[in-house]
């Protein structure tokens, strides 16, 4: 990275100097441009002046126009004045003898026309060498030449002569070329520049495409709660009854898969662990989904080795942000404290402290071709397919039928005779050691396609479903901080009901809750300040979204309480982006902003249209 900011530095100077180097020609060539142009000028007054001579001299010298007048007394004929002037100038070179003589009385008529053509010629010799003198430059002396004899129309020019219009085209051309060789220049240093800003992580230049500029605008606290009673808030009852089915179900289903031998893969499958809405309490929508994450490991000899990437370096451009990389190591040590996750304060009165003879087991069991890597898709499917076997066998005790969803996800229907159905998910997980975080093996579509199958989200949901009820007992009765949370998700859902799916997931709502939760004052979240904390919540949601950053809510964040009890190395790390797909992919980012600019105009007139017709359905019944 420095080196290839180093190089981007490098070039930025060298297109800094041209560009003074492209200025100063520029300055040059106008000069010389205007020099032309003044040249131009003074020579089309002198050929005019000629002109003007020349048809003087032809209109004295012509003998039958010569007046009688002048015969007798020349004094008495009223010269012109340019005409006056070439006599004078004439007098001065020695002809003054040729006028002299048309004085006399004795010349016959034909001397007199005889001298006057000769002196006619001599005075079209000095215009020829005055001419040359003036205009040395042959494109000038070409744009006289056209001025004086319309033959040259007809005529082929010589090689070397080139017209008035030609020169200027010339001289248009040039600076045209030079003015479009700086714009193009200027363009590629802003490009420079602004790649330099995408790999500052310090960076906060907004595109200006990617500004939101709705307003916040959300209706007052009665309102809100009128609408979160109707269309959000689901009830309790119904929650605990959804859950205690999945959790049954799920724990005879495990059960079974936990019996099932496997030759070639043999992993333990540990108890599940609720995680989600569900278990946080503010699940919303008709439709419930249940969570249930299922610690899986290795059986001796194999164990795992976690390698945490980014903990020193994080920048908001970085894929493996928060995430980690799973080794599968072969020869460990039957010790109980190598075989179970116990935690750091225990002591192994057993053990011998040799870790001779482990290694890497590569081509291991549900390893990545060749590596000694665990696969996130081997996972998955393995998993899959024993739990596949194991419905198979207890599938006659029940009267439903389980649909596996969505190829390799973790999703499951369960699908009735009356026709009702309950999903959940049961998703295989990797438990840090000596913590409650774990690496999950799915993750969400978008991010699925772009992620190497070696890279392991981290996942610290045990740890907000901790924060959320830590908080929940310090805050004042009746707070509205779930409430904030269940509309925010409900009116995103709306939202993605009208213009589809985008990068903004409940995740992204709830570390924005965790974000005010950790800042705010306890009384803050009082009932009647439900619309300041969710004016609070979108406006935080539209910054983080302007800005293409919204930091994750424990890594890197000393504002968590200690009580949480989150691994030291986590809040001693930078803090992570989540937003980092709207910084890499521009589209993505174009489209979460217009999906939520849309949200916050929609968002004041749907929730009147939620209630005025539920006022309306009230009234006609």
């Known amino acids: ?327 599968m190591l072969k020869g460990a040590s039957s010790c109980p404290c190598g075989q179970n996750n116990l935690d750091s304060d225990t002591l192994c009165l057993l053990h011998t402290g040799d870790a001779t003879g482990i290694t890497e087991a590569v081509n291991g069991p549900l390893c990545f071709k060749d590596t000694a890597c665990l696969s996130r898709t081997s996972v998955v499917r393995w998993f899959r397919t024993r739990v596949a076997k194991a419905w198979a066998q207890i599938s006659h005790k029940y009267e439903f039928e389980l649909e596996f969803l969505q190829g390799n996800s973790p999703a499951f229907r369960i699908r009735f005779r009356s026709g009702k159905a309950i999903h959940f998910n049961l998703t295989p997980v990797l438990e840090l050691k000596g913590t409650q975080a774990y690496l999950v093996s799915h993750l969400a579509p978008m991010r699925e396609e772009k992620t190497s199958d070696l890279i392991w989200q981290i996942s610290f949901a045990s740890y907000e479903t901790f924060v959320l009820k830590h908080y929940g007992k310090l805050l004042p009765e009746d707070s509205c901080h779930l409430q904030c949370l269940q509309l925010l998700s409900f009116l995103n859902r709306m939202q993605t009901g009208l213009t589809g799916s985008s990068t903004l997931t409940n995740y992204h709502l709830k570390t924005v809750l965790i974000h005010l939760l950790l800042d705010k004052r306890p009384s803050d979240w009082r009932p009647d300040c439900m619309h300041r904390r969710l004016h609070d919540m979108l406006r935080l949601l539209k910054k983080s979204i302007q800005d293409g950053w919204l930091s994750h809510a424990f890594i890197g964040n000393k504002l968590v309480p200690p009580e949480a009890g989150l691994p030291r190395e986590f809040l001693q790390s930078l803090p992570v982006n989540l937003f980092h797909v709207l910084v890499q992919h521009r589209s993505e980012h174009l489209m979460t902003v217009k999906h939520f600019q849309e949200m916050l105009i929609n968002n004041p007139v749907l929730i009147q249209e939620y209630l005025s017709s539920s006022s309306k359905m009230a009234s006609s019944s």
């Open 1 to 327: 990275m420095q080196e290839r900011e180093g190089w981007l530095r490098e070039e930025r100077k060298k297109l800094d100097e041209e560009l003074v180097l492209v200025a100063w020609e520029t300055i040059q060539m106008e000069q010389e441009v205007a020099q032309s142009r003044q040249i131009l000028t003074q020579g089309s007054n002198a050929v005019s002046q000629k002109d003007e001579e020349d048809s003087q001299w032809k209109e004295w010298s012509q003998p039958d126009e010569k007046p009688e007048a002048m015969e007798k007394n020349p004094t008495s004929y009223n010269l012109q004045p340019g005409f006056q002037e070439a006599l004078q100038q004439e007098v001065s070179e020695g002809i003054t003898q040729t006028h002299h003589k048309w004085d006399q009385p004795a010349m016959s008529p034909e001397d007199r026309a005889h001298m006057a053509e000769k002196a006619q010629d001599q005075s079209q010799m000095d215009r020829s060498t005055a001419l040359k003198k003036d205009f040395d430059d042959k494109s000038l002396l070409a744009c006289h030449m056209k001025a004086n004899k319309k033959e040259s129309l007809t005529t082929k020019r010589k090689p070397g002569d080139y017209s008035t219009d030609s020169t200027y085209i010339w001289y248009l051309w040039n600076a045209y070329s030079i003015i479009s060789l700086v714009r193009f220049l200027m363009r590629r240093a802003r490009g420079d520049s602004q790649n330099e800003r995408i790999l500052d992580p310090n960076h906060n230049d907004t595109p200006k495409a990617a500004q939101i500029s709705a307003e916040v605008c959300v209706p007052d606290s009665r309102t809100l709660s009128c609408f979160y009673r109707r269309f959000v808030y689901v009830p309790t009852h119904k929650i605990w009854r959804v859950c205690e089915f999945v959790e049954g179900f799920a724990d005879d289903l495990l059960m079974a898969a936990r019996n099932l031998s496997d030759s070639q893969v043999d992993m333990d499958i540990k108890e599940w662990v609720g995680v989600g809405s569900l278990y946080e309490s503010w699940a919303t929508g008709k439709t419930l989904t249940c969570d249930l994450w299922v610690p899986i490991g290795p059986q001796p000899p194999y164990s795992l080795e976690f390698q945490i990437l980014d903990s020193q370096v994080s920048t908001d451009t970085s894929d493996t942000q928060g995430c980690a990389k799973v080794k």
